[in-house]
């Protein structure tokens, strides 16, 4: 068996749990082995955190949970520092925090404040957390999958641009297929008798065994030795170029972006489009790689003009209209 067979096996046993989101499965895949952090976007009952528990449940890894709310504090998310005493001598001893895991549920990630959302940019960044003086690292891999609610706006805190640019991909969850949902339907309506009766629930398709982490590194080694040719960098880069300079590509969108992707954007498009060869059986990356995935690489690091919020254009109208003027070098 090979690694790019046990890394399907994962996407099926989440595939089995989530039934009708196969794309946004294939895209948290992704973001695990592009070592990135993935934001989840949907209307409220998507599957967006059973996905996430799901993936969690597949791998052999330490699953840690955050539900943000207004009152949270940072010290919730990264520990502290806490006196013990004992025989008349105190000290202070690091108490990690719910981000101390290999995956992160940030639950409805915009319901907490600036302070908050702060508090998760080194430990993104740099895979450390420092309290006082000390830094303290965290787990090998470290993976926030953190979801939020698109159109709730009671209560909650839009993301700060320094956090949205530290998300490899943002993934839009869209409601599944008729089919589908019966599918889902009979699925639960099994958990439940499985839940009355005791018994294991009978999935069409089920994982024997939790995957080790040490199949996402070998999987992340053939990763980067995926050929990239100095024609798809110069693509790669092209594309990047045309969100921070639109005018020089359209005069319609120099009038629609107002800000472009940075260079970890150009970083996670390169990334991502490796993950997606290698997925694909690939040795190389193609403009295709590179295609597939731009859309959800760029649709949230694009900053939107007032026209194109007034004209009701989203992001990645924005970007498919783009992509089809940015020629493959």
Request: net charge negative; charged share 20%.
């Amino acid at each position: 068996m090979t690694i790019r067979d046990d890394i399907q096996a994962l996407q099926t046993a989440m595939n089995a749990s989530v039934i009708g989101q196969e794309r946004v499965v294939e895209r948290m895949v992704i973001g695990l082995l592009a070592d990135g952090h993935v934001l989840i976007e949907g209307l409220p009952g998507l599957a967006k955190t059973r996905a996430v528990k799901a993936m969690a449940k597949a791998l052999a890894a330490d699953f840690t949970r955050i539900q943000f709310t207004p009152d949270l504090l940072p010290s919730d998310v990264t520990g502290s520092d806490v006196y013990y005493s004992k025989d008349g001598a105190g000290e202070f001893r690091f108490q990690p925090g719910p981000v101390f895991g290999n995956i992160l549920l940030a639950d409805e990630i915009n319901r907490a404040p600036a302070k908050v959302q702060a508090a998760l940019l080194e430990a993104m960044e740099e895979r450390q957390v420092t309290v006082g003086s000390n830094s303290h690292a965290l787990p090998s891999p470290f993976m926030v999958l953190a979801t939020q609610n698109p159109v709730e706006q009671e209560g909650t805190y839009a993301l700060p641009e320094a956090q949205t640019d530290r998300f490899l991909m943002k993934i839009l969850v869209e409601y599944p297929a008729p089919a589908d949902e019966r599918g889902v339907l009979r699925m639960v309506r099994n958990e439940e008798l499985a839940s009355v009766s005791g018994t294991p629930a009978r999935h069409s398709t089920q994982q024997a065994e939790a995957i080790p982490l040490s199949v996402v590194a070998a999987a992340r080694a053939e990763i980067a030795a995926i050929h990239v040719a100095e024609g798809i960098e110069s693509y790669i880069i092209d594309i990047i170029n045309a969100t921070r300079n639109p005018a020089a590509v359209s005069e319609e969108l120099g009038r629609l972006i107002e800000l472009g992707a940075s260079p970890r954007g150009g970083i996670a498009l390169d990334r991502c489009a490796r993950v997606h060869a290698w997925l694909q059986g690939q040795d190389f990356v193609s403009p295709a790689n590179v295609q597939a995935i731009a859309p959800d690489v760029l649709r949230h690091r694009l900053a939107l003009s007032y026209e194109a919020h007034g004209t009701g254009r989203t992001a990645d109208e924005i970007i498919a209209d783009l992509m089809k003027l940015v020629s493959v070098a």
